[in-house]
Antibody, heavy 125, light 110 residues
Framework: QVQLQESGPGLVKPSETLSLTCTVSSGSMSSYYWSWMRQPAGKGLEWIGYIHYSGSTNYNPSLKSRVTISIDTSKIQLSLKLTSVTAADTAVYYC???????????????????WGQGTMVTVSS | QSVLTQPPSASGTPGQRVTISCSGSSSNIGSNYVYWYQQVPGTAPKLLIYTNDQRPSGVPDRFSGSKSGTSASLAISGLRSEDEADYYCAGWDDSVSGPVFGGGTKLTVL
């Protein structure tokens, strides 16, 4: 069973860069879309962006100027970098795999079937 | 402010049937698939319904999804205490060119 695990600093200073890694275990990254989401405490989910196994990316327009998602298929990892952070970026950050619809064979980028446990990131000086 | 609109709360007693609504627009629900996620507090979301009305393997058939126009619904029949969680609708939005979520509905089993 594929598992995802986020890792990175739990505390980031304002104006600095948030950097997280998601390690994929017991599975391949091939053919899938891989996303990052976040959830502020007590609030809903926000999609940050996704990257395809091939390396193509798509970002939430509200964060696009500050976000970079990359993939290292040799290490079976994906990474998130969010620059110029503020307190508004404080949230639990999740990585997730795009859903593979077995019935159609379609690898989806609009839904997510496997999620990491999430990692809390606080932006504070 | 979430792109998709859900009621903040819903409740029911064990065995009852409850529905959770999700309202969107022509750029999201009206022209794309709807998905539903279940999130027990402190844990990651779990995919509950995909492409409007399909259940992933392992999801009980007590859960069902439907879509009509720019709205969608999640129905839970035979309500159980372990169904107490937050439920989120989601889907692709053509204006955002990415997935969007509802604000979530907290389901309480009385």
């Amino acid at each position: 069973q594929v598992q995802l695990q986020e890792s990175g600093p739990g505390l980031v200073k304002p104006s600095e860069t948030l950097s997280l890694t998601c390690t994929v275990s017991s599975g391949s990254m091939s053919s899938y879309y891989w996303s990052w989401m976040r959830q502020p405490a007590g609030k809903g989910l926000e999609w940050i962006g996704y990257i395809h196994y091939s390396g193509s990316t798509n970002y939430n327009p509200s964060l696009k100027s500050r976000v970079t998602i990359s993939i290292d298929t040799s290490k079976i990892q994906l990474s998130l970098k969010l620059t110029s952070v503020t307190a508004a970026d404080t949230a639990v950050y999740y990585c997730a795999r795009g859903f593979h619809d077995i019935l159609t064979g379609y690898y989806r980028h609009d839904s997510f079937d496997i999620w990491g446990q999430g990692t809390m990131v606080t932006v504070s000086s | 402010q979430s792109v998709l609109t859900q009621p903040p709360s819903a409740s029911g007693t064990p065995g009852q049937r409850v529905t959770i609504s999700c309202s969107g627009s022509s750029s999201n629900i009206g022209s794309n698939y709807v998905y539903w996620y279940q999130q027990v507090p402190g844990t990651a979301p779990k995919l509950l319904i995909y492409t409007n009305d399909q259940r992933p393997s392992g999801v009980p058939d007590r859960f069902s999804g439907s879509k009509s126009g720019t709205s969608a619904s999640l129905a839970i029949s035979g309500l159980r205490s372990e169904d107490e969680a937050d439920y989120y609708c989601a889907g692709w939005d053509d204006s955002v060119s990415g997935p969007v979520f509802g604000g979530g509905t907290k389901l309480t089993v009385l």
